[in-house]
């Protein structure tokens, strides 16, 4: 059976042989990319750097960079992915926020790679949809937006989903598989907003790119960290297949294995906050081994996979691999 055959069978919840694998040296996934920007405006500003001009727009001393919509990020040192200092909108009333042309011939390329032949299952990363929002508007503005401006919040993520399902359209066809996309909704406590401010200004935004996916044959895959316990089920509402939760024990795992694992399946290491940083070899393995008799028992629904930065969060890959020998010794399901 083809590591493609395995991750469908996971994902549909058709007696997989074994539990999916992300890891290290051992995935049953290929990535392709989405899409092709074109004619994008100039952008100086592209690349991390040292600009006195974007210093003068946001006071903020260390690197910064411009992305294509606008938005302007800093970082120090050259550490982290950045945070958002400047976003594109500063206001509702007046605003430009151009969404990127995609080509329309990228999915001959993809056609002629010839993917529905490739033995691993096949992924196209999305963009995000609240985290737009949160750059473009800085995290404090957006979360006061769902209470003050919740019909220009609603638009604006309306117009991102539809420009994300156009992107999807331009690719069915085309043997990939799984649509990637996410959105950060938690601390390690609750979800940023209430389940009915989500329900109303982002789920439907999201059920518009889950079908959208769903109509060209795609599985979604949808990363998100923190505790996000309260928007679950609409999620699943919403159409997503597999959960990207990289802190699986904030539920902790066994919510998740007993409560959902039967409808959705879970891409997920172990824990990256609870577990792998604490070194101890005895804990983890134990982790990573009631993870798969948990998920066993649940008739699957776990595909087990590494962080992509451990340095980033002070694991050692000796830790990490503690727990992918031992997955990979009990991946075994039936």
């Known amino acids: 059976m083809t590591s493609k055959e395995i991750i469908k069978r996971l994902v549909a919840h058709d007696a997989p042989p074994r539990f999916g694998y992300d890891l290290s040296g051992l995935s049953d996934f290929q990535w392709v990319s989405s899409r092709r920007l074109i004619n994008l405006p100039d952008n100086p500003y592209d690349r991390w750097g040292d600009y006195p001009e974007l210093r003068a727009l946001t006071g903020f001393s260390g690197e910064t960079r411009r992305d294509v919509y606008g938005n302007i990020y800093g970082r120090f040192n050259g550490k982290t992915k950045g945070e958002c200092v400047r976003g594109a909108i500063e206001d509702w009333e007046d605003y430009s926020f151009p969404l990127p042309d995609f080509d329309p011939t990228y999915r001959d390329e993809l056609i002629k790679k010839d993917l529905g032949a490739c033995e691993r299952f096949v992924f196209a990363g999305g963009e995000s949809l609240f985290s737009v929002l949160r750059d473009a508007r800085l995290m404090s503005n957006a979360l006061m937006d769902t209470v003050a401006e919740p019909e220009a ?114 891409h997920s290491p172990v824990d990256i906050q609870k577990v792998l940083p604490t070194g101890d070899r005895e804990f983890i393995e134990n982790r990573a081994l009631e993870m798969c008799r948990m998920f066993r028992e649940a008739g699957g629904g776990w595909i087990a996979k590494d962080y992509p930065s451990y340095g980033d969060i002070g694991v050692k890959d000796e830790w990490a691999g503690w727990a992918r020998k031992v997955i990979i010794e009990n991946s075994s399901i039936s």
């Open 153 to 266: 919040v609603a638009a604006f993520i309306d117009r991102l989903a539809e420009h994300e399902a156009a992107v999807i359209k331009s690719i069915a066809g085309c043997g990939v598989d799984g649509w990637f996309f996410g959105d950060d909704w938690g601390t390690q406590m609750s979800t940023f907003i209430s389940p009915d401010a989500f329900r109303r200004l982002f789920k439907p935004g999201y059920k518009k790119v889950c079908d959208a996916a769903h109509e060209a044959g795609m599985s979604v895959f949808f990363h998100s960290c923190g505790y996000n316990y309260a928007f679950m089920e609409d999620f699943i509402d919403a159409g997503m297949d597999v959960f990207q939760f990289d802190q699986p024990d904030a539920y902790p795992s066994e919510v998740l294995a007993s409560e959902f694992a039967g409808r959705v399946s879970f």
